[in-house]
Protein backbone atom coordinates (compact mmCIF):
# COMPACT_ATOMS: atom_id res chain seq x y z
CA UNK A 1 0.00 0.00 0.00
CA UNK A 2 1.79 3.42 -1.30
CA UNK A 3 0.80 6.58 0.81
CA UNK A 4 -0.57 8.07 -2.46
CA UNK A 5 -3.60 5.35 -3.03
CA UNK A 6 -4.13 6.05 0.74
CA UNK A 7 -5.22 9.36 0.80
CA UNK A 8 -6.80 8.58 -2.75
CA UNK A 9 -8.70 6.08 -0.56
CA UNK A 10 -9.26 8.70 2.11
CA UNK A 11 -10.61 11.67 0.15
CA UNK A 12 -13.08 9.62 -1.80
CA UNK A 13 -14.65 8.43 1.47
CA UNK A 14 -14.34 11.90 3.91
CA UNK A 15 -14.40 14.54 1.01
CA UNK A 16 -16.36 17.16 2.89
CA UNK A 17 -14.50 16.81 6.02
CA UNK A 18 -10.80 16.10 4.95
CA UNK A 19 -8.64 19.25 4.16
CA UNK A 20 -5.62 19.85 2.79
CA UNK A 21 -4.82 16.01 2.45
CA UNK A 22 -1.50 15.87 1.11
CA UNK A 23 1.46 13.48 0.16
CA UNK A 24 4.46 14.53 2.35
CA UNK A 25 7.00 11.69 1.43
CA UNK A 26 6.71 7.59 0.15
CA UNK A 27 6.72 7.21 4.05
CA UNK A 28 4.68 10.06 5.40
CA UNK A 29 0.75 11.68 4.67
CA UNK A 30 -0.87 14.20 6.08
CA UNK A 31 -4.36 16.01 6.42
CA UNK A 32 -6.36 18.41 8.52
CA UNK A 33 -9.70 16.63 9.85
CA UNK A 34 -12.98 18.08 11.22
CA UNK A 35 -13.31 17.22 15.06
CA UNK A 36 -16.31 15.54 14.87
CA UNK A 37 -15.13 12.38 12.40
CA UNK A 38 -12.08 11.52 14.23
CA UNK A 39 -13.54 7.98 15.42
CA UNK A 40 -15.14 7.42 12.25
CA UNK A 41 -11.51 8.45 10.46
CA UNK A 42 -9.42 6.11 12.60
CA UNK A 43 -12.07 3.10 12.27
CA UNK A 44 -12.02 3.44 8.33
CA UNK A 45 -8.21 3.54 8.48
CA UNK A 46 -8.24 0.58 11.05
CA UNK A 47 -10.07 -1.39 9.00
CA UNK A 48 -9.47 -0.50 5.15
CA UNK A 49 -6.08 0.28 5.34
CA UNK A 50 -4.43 -2.02 7.77
CA UNK A 51 -3.51 1.00 10.17
CA UNK A 52 -3.52 -0.31 13.18
CA UNK A 53 -0.62 0.76 14.96
CA UNK A 54 -1.13 4.24 16.69
CA UNK A 55 2.21 5.71 17.32
CA UNK A 56 1.60 8.98 19.35
CA UNK A 57 -0.99 11.09 20.09
CA UNK A 58 -0.46 14.87 21.45
CA UNK A 59 -1.18 18.64 20.92
CA UNK A 60 0.26 21.92 20.26
CA UNK A 61 -1.38 24.77 21.23
CA UNK A 62 -1.31 28.19 19.06
CA UNK A 63 -2.49 30.95 21.43
CA UNK A 64 -1.93 33.70 18.64
CA UNK A 65 -4.64 31.89 16.52
CA UNK A 66 -7.00 30.88 19.89
CA UNK A 67 -6.28 27.25 18.46
CA UNK A 68 -5.45 24.09 20.10
CA UNK A 69 -4.54 21.48 17.25
CA UNK A 70 -4.16 17.53 18.45
CA UNK A 71 -1.95 15.75 16.36
CA UNK A 72 -2.57 11.88 15.82
CA UNK A 73 0.71 9.73 14.34
CA UNK A 74 -1.43 6.43 13.04
CA UNK A 75 1.30 3.94 11.55
CA UNK A 76 1.20 0.37 10.71
CA UNK A 77 3.09 -2.99 11.55
CA UNK A 78 2.31 -4.16 7.78
CA UNK A 79 3.54 -1.08 5.82
CA UNK A 80 5.41 2.01 6.52
CA UNK A 81 3.20 4.80 5.55
CA UNK A 82 2.38 6.69 8.48
CA UNK A 83 -0.71 8.96 8.85
CA UNK A 84 -0.62 12.49 10.30
CA UNK A 85 -4.15 13.80 11.36
CA UNK A 86 -4.57 17.39 12.83
CA UNK A 87 -7.54 18.57 14.95
CA UNK A 88 -8.27 22.27 15.41
CA UNK A 89 -9.72 23.16 18.40
CA UNK A 90 -10.73 26.40 20.20
CA UNK A 91 -8.68 27.04 22.83
CA UNK A 92 -11.04 28.28 25.28
CA UNK A 93 -13.33 25.14 25.27
CA UNK A 94 -11.22 21.95 23.65
CA UNK A 95 -13.22 18.81 23.35
CA UNK A 96 -12.72 15.80 21.43
CA UNK A 97 -14.57 12.19 21.26
CA UNK A 98 -12.02 9.95 22.60
CA UNK A 99 -10.45 7.05 20.10
CA UNK A 100 -9.56 4.30 23.01
CA UNK A 101 -12.19 2.42 21.02
CA UNK A 102 -10.65 2.05 18.47
CA UNK A 103 -6.90 2.32 19.24
CA UNK A 104 -6.55 0.40 22.59
CA UNK A 105 -3.19 2.66 24.01
CA UNK A 106 -4.65 5.95 23.08
CA UNK A 107 -5.66 5.67 26.77
CA UNK A 108 -2.82 6.98 27.92
CA UNK A 109 -1.51 9.68 25.41
CA UNK A 110 -5.23 11.28 25.83
CA UNK A 111 -5.05 11.49 29.72
CA UNK A 112 -1.33 12.95 29.16
CA UNK A 113 -3.16 15.54 26.65
CA UNK A 114 -5.51 16.41 29.19
CA UNK A 115 -3.48 16.88 32.29
CA UNK A 116 -0.51 18.97 29.95
CA UNK A 117 -3.50 20.92 27.60
CA UNK A 118 -6.68 20.97 28.99
CA UNK A 119 -7.93 18.78 26.24
CA UNK A 120 -11.51 16.61 27.19
CA UNK A 121 -11.67 13.65 25.61
CA UNK A 122 -15.40 12.71 25.72
CA UNK A 123 -16.31 9.14 26.27
CA UNK A 124 -12.63 8.15 27.56
CA UNK A 125 -13.14 5.42 29.98
CA UNK A 126 -10.71 7.39 32.70
CA UNK A 127 -9.69 10.45 32.24
CA UNK A 128 -7.46 11.38 35.22
CA UNK A 129 -3.64 12.92 35.33
CA UNK A 130 -1.48 10.39 34.43
CA UNK A 131 2.19 12.02 34.89
CA UNK A 132 1.32 15.19 37.27
CA UNK A 133 0.22 15.56 40.93
CA UNK A 134 -2.95 16.75 41.99
CA UNK A 135 -2.27 20.00 42.83
CA UNK A 136 -0.74 21.31 39.29
CA UNK A 137 -3.92 19.78 37.99
CA UNK A 138 -5.81 22.62 36.02
CA UNK A 139 -2.70 24.55 34.85
CA UNK A 140 -2.07 23.02 31.72
CA UNK A 141 1.85 23.27 31.82
CA UNK A 142 2.53 23.10 28.38
CA UNK A 143 0.43 25.61 27.25
CA UNK A 144 2.38 28.76 25.59
CA UNK A 145 1.22 31.10 28.68
CA UNK A 146 2.20 28.39 31.62
CA UNK A 147 4.24 30.60 33.31
CA UNK A 148 5.45 27.95 36.06
CA UNK A 149 4.15 27.01 39.05
CA UNK A 150 3.34 29.19 41.45
CA UNK A 151 1.92 31.65 38.75
CA UNK A 152 -0.78 29.62 37.61
CA UNK A 153 -1.75 31.80 34.56
CA UNK A 154 -3.69 29.37 32.16
CA UNK A 155 -5.53 28.47 35.09
CA UNK A 156 -9.07 30.49 34.67
CA UNK A 157 -8.90 29.45 31.01
CA UNK A 158 -10.64 26.46 30.67
CA UNK B 1 -8.87 -0.03 39.29
CA UNK B 2 -11.61 -0.71 41.37
CA UNK B 3 -11.09 -0.05 45.04
CA UNK B 4 -13.37 -2.79 46.97
CA UNK B 5 -12.21 -6.03 48.00
CA UNK B 6 -14.50 -8.91 47.67
CA UNK B 7 -13.85 -12.17 50.66
CA UNK B 8 -10.36 -13.59 50.08
CA UNK B 9 -8.98 -10.97 48.32
CA UNK B 10 -6.92 -7.65 48.85
CA UNK B 11 -4.56 -5.45 47.70
CA UNK B 12 -0.72 -5.19 47.32
CA UNK B 13 1.05 -1.88 46.48
CA UNK B 14 4.75 -2.86 44.14
CA UNK B 15 6.03 0.12 44.47
CA UNK B 16 6.75 3.26 44.66
CA UNK B 17 10.36 1.65 45.83
CA UNK B 18 10.96 -1.97 44.78
CA UNK B 19 14.16 -3.56 43.78
CA UNK B 20 11.83 -5.30 41.32
CA UNK B 21 11.20 -2.04 39.00
CA UNK B 22 13.31 -0.05 36.70
CA UNK B 23 12.28 3.52 38.62
CA UNK B 24 9.85 4.43 40.24
CA UNK B 25 6.20 3.53 39.69
CA UNK B 26 3.49 2.06 41.50
CA UNK B 27 2.04 -0.91 40.58
CA UNK B 28 -1.84 -1.98 42.50
CA UNK B 29 -2.22 -5.32 41.98
CA UNK B 30 -5.75 -7.75 43.46
CA UNK B 31 -4.82 -10.49 44.90
CA UNK B 32 -7.16 -13.66 45.18
CA UNK B 33 -5.22 -15.99 46.69
CA UNK B 34 -2.23 -16.05 44.72
CA UNK B 35 -4.16 -15.22 41.73
CA UNK B 36 -3.62 -11.68 39.94
CA UNK B 37 -7.12 -10.81 39.14
CA UNK B 38 -6.86 -7.27 38.83
CA UNK B 39 -4.06 -4.37 38.44
CA UNK B 40 -3.22 -1.05 37.90
CA UNK B 41 -0.08 1.55 37.57
CA UNK B 42 0.48 4.61 38.84
CA UNK B 43 3.29 7.28 37.32
CA UNK B 44 4.76 10.34 37.51
CA UNK B 45 7.00 10.01 40.28
CA UNK B 46 10.40 10.82 38.64
CA UNK B 47 8.19 13.12 35.66
CA UNK B 48 10.79 15.44 34.97
CA UNK B 49 8.93 18.01 32.35
CA UNK B 50 11.77 16.94 29.25
CA UNK B 51 9.08 18.48 26.76
CA UNK B 52 8.29 21.44 28.31
CA UNK B 53 12.81 22.29 28.72
CA UNK B 54 13.02 21.83 25.34
CA UNK B 55 10.72 24.35 24.32
CA UNK B 56 13.04 26.63 26.18
CA UNK B 57 16.35 25.32 25.14
CA UNK B 58 18.20 26.56 21.93
CA UNK B 59 18.36 23.16 19.33
CA UNK B 60 21.96 22.88 20.51
CA UNK B 61 21.25 22.44 24.36
CA UNK B 62 18.85 19.89 23.78
CA UNK B 63 21.14 17.29 22.97
CA UNK B 64 22.14 16.59 26.43
CA UNK B 65 18.07 17.27 27.87
CA UNK B 66 17.50 14.11 25.48
CA UNK B 67 20.57 12.01 26.69
CA UNK B 68 18.80 12.02 30.46
CA UNK B 69 15.78 10.53 29.11
CA UNK B 70 16.44 7.26 29.72
CA UNK B 71 20.37 6.94 30.47
CA UNK B 72 20.50 3.18 28.67
CA UNK B 73 19.57 4.57 25.47
CA UNK B 74 20.98 8.45 25.36
CA UNK B 75 22.30 7.35 22.15
CA UNK B 76 19.08 6.74 20.14
CA UNK B 77 17.70 9.31 22.04
CA UNK B 78 20.37 11.65 20.51
CA UNK B 79 19.66 10.22 16.78
CA UNK B 80 15.71 10.37 17.24
CA UNK B 81 15.80 13.92 18.14
CA UNK B 82 18.88 15.17 15.98
CA UNK B 83 17.13 13.16 12.77
CA UNK B 84 14.46 15.47 13.48
CA UNK B 85 15.70 18.63 13.35
CA UNK B 86 17.87 17.20 10.61
CA UNK B 87 14.43 16.52 8.61
CA UNK B 88 13.57 19.97 9.40
CA UNK B 89 16.56 21.79 8.46
CA UNK B 90 17.30 19.47 5.53
CA UNK B 91 20.80 18.71 6.48
CA UNK B 92 22.67 16.40 4.61
CA UNK B 93 24.91 13.89 6.98
CA UNK B 94 28.31 12.76 5.28
CA UNK B 95 28.64 8.73 5.36
CA UNK B 96 31.32 8.66 6.82
CA UNK B 97 29.55 9.94 9.97
CA UNK B 98 26.48 7.68 9.67
CA UNK B 99 28.44 4.75 9.74
CA UNK B 100 29.67 6.44 13.40
CA UNK B 101 26.25 7.03 14.19
CA UNK B 102 25.40 3.28 13.57
CA UNK B 103 28.11 2.08 15.18
CA UNK B 104 27.35 3.95 18.81
CA UNK B 105 23.65 3.29 18.24
CA UNK B 106 24.39 -0.23 18.16
CA UNK B 107 27.22 -0.72 20.94
CA UNK B 108 24.03 1.70 22.80
CA UNK B 109 21.66 -1.37 21.73
CA UNK B 110 24.39 -3.90 22.95
CA UNK B 111 24.57 -2.21 26.45
CA UNK B 112 21.07 -1.48 26.87
CA UNK B 113 19.72 -5.57 26.28
CA UNK B 114 22.73 -6.23 28.55
CA UNK B 115 21.79 -4.49 31.44
CA UNK B 116 17.59 -5.67 31.20
CA UNK B 117 19.21 -8.99 30.75
CA UNK B 118 21.00 -8.70 34.17
CA UNK B 119 18.44 -7.06 35.91
CA UNK B 120 15.81 -9.47 34.34
CA UNK B 121 18.05 -12.36 35.96
CA UNK B 122 18.01 -10.53 39.50
CA UNK B 123 13.82 -10.35 39.20
CA UNK B 124 13.29 -14.09 38.90
CA UNK B 125 16.47 -15.06 41.41
CA UNK B 126 19.30 -15.26 39.72
CA UNK B 127 21.36 -12.79 41.00
CA UNK B 128 24.95 -14.22 39.67
CA UNK B 129 23.25 -13.44 35.83
CA UNK B 130 23.55 -9.45 37.01
CA UNK B 131 26.95 -9.94 37.74
CA UNK B 132 28.11 -11.66 34.44
CA UNK B 133 26.07 -9.31 32.27
CA UNK B 134 27.30 -5.85 33.91
CA UNK B 135 30.89 -7.20 33.80
CA UNK B 136 30.10 -7.56 30.19
CA UNK B 137 28.17 -4.22 29.82
CA UNK B 138 30.78 -2.61 31.39
CA UNK B 139 33.87 -3.67 28.41
CA UNK B 140 30.90 -2.11 26.07
CA UNK B 141 30.28 1.05 27.67
CA UNK B 142 34.50 1.54 27.87
CA UNK B 143 34.19 0.79 23.93
CA UNK B 144 31.47 3.80 24.36
CA UNK B 145 33.77 5.93 26.36
CA UNK B 146 36.77 5.49 23.99
CA UNK B 147 34.74 7.27 20.72
CA UNK B 148 32.05 9.74 23.00
CA UNK B 149 33.83 10.45 25.86
CA UNK B 150 31.77 9.10 28.14
CA UNK B 151 29.92 6.20 29.90
CA UNK B 152 26.38 6.82 29.29
CA UNK B 153 25.64 10.61 28.49
CA UNK B 154 27.59 11.12 25.50
CA UNK B 155 26.01 14.35 23.79
CA UNK B 156 27.84 12.88 20.70
CA UNK B 157 25.90 13.71 18.05
CA UNK B 158 25.68 16.98 16.23
CA UNK B 159 23.49 18.47 13.28
CA UNK B 160 24.78 17.23 10.13
CA UNK B 161 27.29 14.61 11.67
CA UNK B 162 29.00 13.67 15.05
CA UNK B 163 31.30 15.46 17.36
CA UNK B 164 34.55 13.10 16.92
CA UNK B 165 36.40 10.44 14.39
CA UNK B 166 36.59 6.84 15.91
CA UNK B 167 39.82 6.75 17.69
CA UNK B 168 42.81 4.56 16.60
CA UNK B 169 42.55 1.51 17.72
CA UNK B 170 38.91 0.97 18.16
CA UNK B 171 38.86 -1.59 15.54
CA UNK B 172 41.27 -4.08 17.49
CA UNK B 173 39.79 -3.14 21.29
CA UNK B 174 36.37 -4.14 19.56
CA UNK B 175 37.11 -7.30 18.00
CA UNK B 176 38.55 -8.58 21.30
CA UNK B 177 35.43 -7.17 22.92
CA UNK B 178 33.08 -9.05 20.99
CA UNK B 179 34.98 -12.19 20.47
CA UNK B 180 34.49 -12.54 24.60
CA UNK B 181 30.59 -11.40 24.72
CA UNK B 182 30.17 -14.04 21.97
CA UNK B 183 31.62 -16.75 24.04
CA UNK B 184 29.27 -15.24 26.88
CA UNK B 185 26.11 -14.98 25.01
CA UNK B 186 26.73 -18.86 24.04
CA UNK B 187 27.07 -18.90 27.95
CA UNK B 188 23.76 -17.25 28.90
CA UNK B 189 21.93 -19.06 26.13
CA UNK B 190 22.87 -22.17 27.73
CA UNK B 191 22.35 -21.36 31.22
CA UNK B 192 19.25 -19.82 30.63
CA UNK B 193 17.50 -22.35 28.16
CA UNK B 194 18.81 -25.40 29.75
CA UNK B 195 17.84 -24.85 33.60
CA UNK B 196 15.23 -26.79 34.88
CA UNK B 197 13.82 -23.67 37.06
CA UNK B 198 14.50 -21.70 34.23
CA UNK B 199 12.37 -23.71 32.05
CA UNK B 200 9.47 -23.87 34.88
CA UNK B 201 9.38 -20.14 35.28
CA UNK B 202 9.62 -18.75 31.79
CA UNK B 203 8.65 -21.25 29.17
CA UNK B 204 4.82 -21.04 28.33
CA UNK B 205 4.25 -18.11 31.03
CA UNK B 206 3.44 -14.43 30.11
CA UNK B 207 2.41 -15.45 27.13
CA UNK B 208 1.32 -12.77 24.30
CA UNK B 209 -0.42 -13.67 20.97
CA UNK B 210 0.35 -11.10 17.89
CA UNK B 211 -2.70 -10.00 17.45
CA UNK B 212 -3.17 -8.43 21.45
CA UNK B 213 0.35 -7.26 21.19
CA UNK B 214 -0.48 -5.39 18.03
CA UNK B 215 -3.65 -4.17 19.76
CA UNK B 216 -1.92 -3.29 22.57
CA UNK B 217 0.80 -0.73 20.53
CA UNK B 218 3.57 -2.85 21.71
CA UNK B 219 7.28 -2.32 19.58
CA UNK B 220 10.49 -3.60 19.81
CA UNK B 221 11.64 -7.00 21.33
CA UNK B 222 8.41 -7.89 23.29
CA UNK B 223 6.50 -7.41 19.97
CA UNK B 224 9.01 -9.37 17.99
CA UNK B 225 8.92 -12.16 20.26
CA UNK B 226 5.15 -12.36 19.30
CA UNK B 227 6.30 -13.13 15.37
CA UNK B 228 5.46 -9.52 14.02
CA UNK B 229 8.72 -8.26 12.12
CA UNK B 230 8.52 -4.84 12.92
CA UNK B 231 11.86 -3.18 12.77
CA UNK B 232 12.06 0.47 11.95
CA UNK B 233 15.53 -0.51 11.12
CA UNK B 234 14.15 -2.26 8.17
CA UNK B 235 10.78 -0.55 7.78
CA UNK B 236 11.77 2.93 7.87
CA UNK B 237 15.89 2.60 7.33
CA UNK B 238 17.57 5.68 8.67
CA UNK B 239 21.54 6.76 8.47
CA UNK B 240 22.96 3.52 6.11
CA UNK B 241 20.81 0.75 7.44
CA UNK B 242 19.62 0.41 4.12
CA UNK B 243 23.28 -0.56 2.75
CA UNK B 244 23.73 -3.47 5.75
CA UNK B 245 23.04 -6.74 6.25
CA UNK B 246 21.39 -7.57 8.79
CA UNK B 247 18.15 -9.67 9.81
CA UNK B 248 15.33 -8.59 12.07
CA UNK B 249 15.00 -11.47 15.16
CA UNK B 250 11.80 -12.78 15.81
CA UNK B 251 10.24 -15.37 17.68
CA UNK B 252 6.68 -17.29 17.68
CA UNK B 253 6.28 -18.32 21.16
CA UNK B 254 5.52 -14.50 22.97
CA UNK B 255 6.49 -15.77 26.07
CA UNK B 256 9.12 -14.68 28.52
CA UNK B 257 11.63 -16.97 27.15
CA UNK B 258 10.85 -15.63 23.91
CA UNK B 259 11.61 -12.33 24.55
CA UNK B 260 14.89 -13.30 26.05
CA UNK B 261 15.73 -14.87 23.30
CA UNK B 262 15.12 -12.23 21.03
CA UNK B 263 17.35 -9.84 22.70
CA UNK B 264 19.89 -12.59 22.42
CA UNK B 265 19.81 -13.02 19.07
CA UNK B 266 19.48 -8.90 19.05
CA UNK B 267 23.28 -8.74 20.22
CA UNK B 268 24.50 -11.01 18.00
CA UNK B 269 23.22 -9.50 15.12
CA UNK B 270 24.06 -5.74 16.76
CA UNK B 271 27.76 -7.46 16.78
CA UNK B 272 27.51 -8.21 12.92
CA UNK B 273 26.26 -4.63 12.01
CA UNK B 274 29.16 -3.06 13.52
CA UNK B 275 31.88 -5.54 11.80
CA UNK B 276 30.09 -4.50 9.05
CA UNK B 277 30.20 -1.10 9.46
CA UNK B 278 33.81 -1.40 10.34
CA UNK B 279 34.72 -2.82 7.15
CA UNK B 280 33.15 -0.92 4.68
CA UNK B 281 33.14 2.67 6.45
CA UNK B 282 34.48 5.01 3.75
CA UNK B 283 37.16 7.79 4.53
CA UNK B 284 36.12 11.06 4.75
CA UNK B 285 34.71 14.38 6.19
CA UNK B 286 32.93 14.60 9.34
CA UNK B 287 30.83 17.70 8.56
CA UNK B 288 30.09 18.90 4.73
CA UNK B 289 31.72 22.20 4.60
CA UNK B 290 28.80 23.99 3.18
CA UNK B 291 26.56 22.93 6.14
CA UNK B 292 25.92 25.98 8.42
CA UNK B 293 24.72 24.03 11.65
CA UNK B 294 28.55 22.43 12.60
CA UNK B 295 29.97 22.35 15.68
CA UNK B 296 31.25 25.94 15.74
CA UNK B 297 27.70 27.16 14.80
CA UNK B 298 25.91 28.65 17.66
CA UNK B 299 22.80 29.78 16.72
CA UNK B 300 21.07 27.55 14.63
CA UNK B 301 17.64 28.43 13.26
CA UNK B 302 15.28 26.24 11.62
CA UNK B 303 12.75 26.44 8.94
CA UNK B 304 8.77 26.90 10.30
CA UNK B 305 7.54 22.84 9.98
CA UNK B 306 6.45 19.84 11.31
CA UNK B 307 8.03 16.48 11.41
CA UNK B 308 7.60 12.75 13.29
CA UNK B 309 11.21 11.23 13.04
CA UNK B 310 10.94 7.73 14.22
CA UNK B 311 14.19 5.19 15.08
CA UNK B 312 14.46 1.63 16.37
CA UNK B 313 15.42 1.91 20.26
CA UNK B 314 16.94 -1.05 22.15
CA UNK B 315 13.04 -1.38 23.54
CA UNK B 316 11.41 -0.07 20.37
CA UNK B 317 9.91 2.70 18.35
CA UNK B 318 11.10 6.06 19.35
CA UNK B 319 9.46 9.11 17.53
CA UNK B 320 10.27 12.45 18.13
CA UNK B 321 7.55 14.48 16.73
CA UNK B 322 8.97 18.50 16.36
CA UNK B 323 7.44 20.94 15.80
CA UNK B 324 9.71 24.08 14.83
CA UNK B 325 8.34 28.21 13.82
CA UNK B 326 11.41 29.66 12.50
CA UNK B 327 13.18 30.18 15.31
CA UNK B 328 16.46 29.10 17.21
CA UNK B 329 13.95 27.21 19.88
CA UNK B 330 11.97 24.60 18.93
CA UNK B 331 8.06 25.05 19.28
CA UNK B 332 6.97 22.24 20.59
CA UNK B 333 8.56 18.51 20.88
CA UNK B 334 6.31 15.47 21.86
CA UNK B 335 8.48 12.72 22.64
CA UNK B 336 7.05 9.03 21.60
CA UNK B 337 9.03 6.85 23.66
CA UNK B 338 8.99 2.60 23.19
CA UNK B 339 8.36 1.95 27.04
CA UNK B 340 5.38 3.99 27.63
CA UNK B 341 3.06 1.48 25.87
CA UNK B 342 5.09 -1.45 27.24
CA UNK B 343 4.12 0.06 30.63
CA UNK B 344 0.49 0.20 29.83
CA UNK B 345 0.45 -3.58 28.40
CA UNK B 346 1.50 -4.42 31.68
CA UNK B 347 -1.65 -4.72 33.88
CA UNK B 348 -3.70 -6.07 31.30
CA UNK B 349 -0.72 -8.84 30.59
CA UNK B 350 -0.33 -10.08 34.30
CA UNK B 351 -3.96 -9.88 34.64
CA UNK B 352 -4.50 -13.69 35.42
CA UNK B 353 -1.31 -14.99 36.64
CA UNK B 354 0.42 -15.83 39.67
CA UNK B 355 1.77 -12.56 41.92
CA UNK B 356 5.21 -14.83 41.69
CA UNK B 357 5.30 -14.51 37.73
CA UNK B 358 4.75 -10.52 38.07
CA UNK B 359 8.02 -9.54 38.32
CA UNK B 360 9.39 -12.28 35.83
CA UNK B 361 6.84 -10.93 33.48
CA UNK B 362 7.55 -7.42 34.33
CA UNK B 363 11.21 -8.32 34.15
CA UNK B 364 10.82 -9.41 30.22
CA UNK B 365 9.23 -6.73 29.35
CA UNK B 366 12.19 -4.24 29.61
CA UNK B 367 10.70 -1.28 31.32
CA UNK B 368 12.36 2.22 32.49
CA UNK B 369 10.43 3.92 33.97
CA UNK B 370 12.48 7.06 33.17
CA UNK B 371 12.06 7.32 29.73
CA UNK B 372 8.08 6.40 30.32
CA UNK B 373 7.34 9.99 32.65
CA UNK B 374 9.94 11.91 30.60
Known amino acids: MDAKSIIDSLVNKFQDSLVDAKVDSDIRVSAYLEPEKIVEVCQYMKDELLFDHLSSETAVDYPKRNEIVVVYHIGSYDHSVLMTIKVKLPRDAPEIESIVPVYWNANWYERETYELFGVKFNNHPYLKPLVLPDELMGDWPLRKDYEGFPNRTARNLV | ?374
Open chain 2, 1 to 374: MDETVGPSEMIVHLGPQHPMQPGPFRLNLKLKGETVVDADIELGFIHKGIEKILENKTYLQGIPIVDRICYLTAMTNEEAYVGAVEKLADIEVPERSQYIRVIVEELSRLQSHLLGMGEFGAFIGFVSMFMYTIKEREDILSLMDMVTGARITHTFLRFGGVRDDLPEGFKERSAAVFASLREQIADYERLFNHDEIYKQRCFGVGILEAKTARDLGLSGPALRATGVAFDIRKDEPYLVYKDLDFKVCTATDGDIAARINVRLEEMLESMYIIEQCLDQMPNGPLFFEDSSYGVRTPVMRVPEGDVFHRVEDPRGEMGFYMVSDGSDKPYRVKIRGPVYPTMQALPPLIKGTTLADVAAIAGSMDGCTSEADR
